[in-house]
């Protein structure tokens, strides 16, 4: 049982370039989510989904796309990437949000 | 605005002492609170969550407990290790998706 698989672990962008990071999960969570981790502080949501079709925007989405064509993945979709978006990110699953969350073990991504 | 606070940033012990990290919150309507683990480079380990309605939430030498009415939940760790060194981080769910997480408490146990 695989939990939530995060791709890649290491990232360098330049500025300006794009990328997506990739976010599946073997538990058939219908919950998925999107946060960043910056130094010394506790993680923000990006980008939610409730469902295959469904995606909605946490605290902090400017400057990321999300799409959930299924069950299994949620991608997080960068444009043009900006130094502020140095962070590591993390995608979590839920069968329940009363019940908990698992997480992935994150993305680091560098901007320069 | 739910905010969710954790003090000491950082915390540093010799092996075997009993601690206390704490987490405050300033919105007391909250669904459950959850205590993480993370560990240098790797993801979120959950510990332990506890319902509103509990007080308090029990797993081998961790202890988690919940007042909502003073916005305060602690995480005791008895007898503490060595590999209890990682950063401990607490987080409120208030429904509609929303976790809210503190910076986190960084512990260091000294052998």
């Known amino acids: 049982n695989a939990g939530v698989t995060q791709t890649p672990k290491f990232r360098i962008l330049k500025i300006g370039q794009s990328m997506t990071l990739q976010c599946t999960q073997d538990?058939?969570?219908?919950?998925m989510y999107w946060y960043r981790q910056d130094p010394g502080m506790g993680l923000k949501l990006i980008y939610y989904?409730?469902?295959?079709?469904?995606?909605d925007k946490g605290e902090v989405p400017n400057g990321y796309n999300v799409s959930r064509s299924t069950t299994e993945d949620f991608p997080l979709r960068l444009e043009l990437a900006a130094p502020s978006q140095t962070s590591v990110y993390f995608c979590?699953?839920?069968?329940?949000?009363?019940?908990?969350?698992?997480f992935g073990s994150g993305t680091r991504l560098t901007v320069v | 605005k739910q905010e969710v606070t954790q003090i000491p940033a950082a915390l540093s012990v010799p092996e075997g002492e009993n601690l206390v990290l704490n987490c405050s919150f300033t919105?007391?309507?909250?669904?459950?609170l959850q205590w993480f683990r993370q560990d240098p480079g790797k993801g979120l380990t959950s510990l332990l969550l506890?319902?509103?309605?509990?007080r308090e939430q029990t797993s081998g030498r961790l202890n988690a407990s919940l007042d909502k009415s003073s916005g305060r939940s602690t995480l005791y760790i008895a007898a503490s290790q060595p590999g209890d060194s990682a950063t401990y981080l607490c987080?409120?769910?208030?429904?509609?998706?929303?976790?809210?997480f503190g910076q986190g408490t960084r512990l260091t146990i000294n052998p």
């Open positions: 979590a699953s839920s069968m329940d949000p009363n019940y908990g969350y698992t």
């Open positions: 538990m058939n969570h219908n919950y």
């Open positions: 989904s409730v469902g295959a079709g469904i995606t």
């Open positions: 919105d007391s309507a909250i669904y459950n």
């Open positions: 506890i319902q509103s309605s509990q």
């Open positions: 987080a409120v769910n208030r429904g509609a998706q929303k976790l809210v």
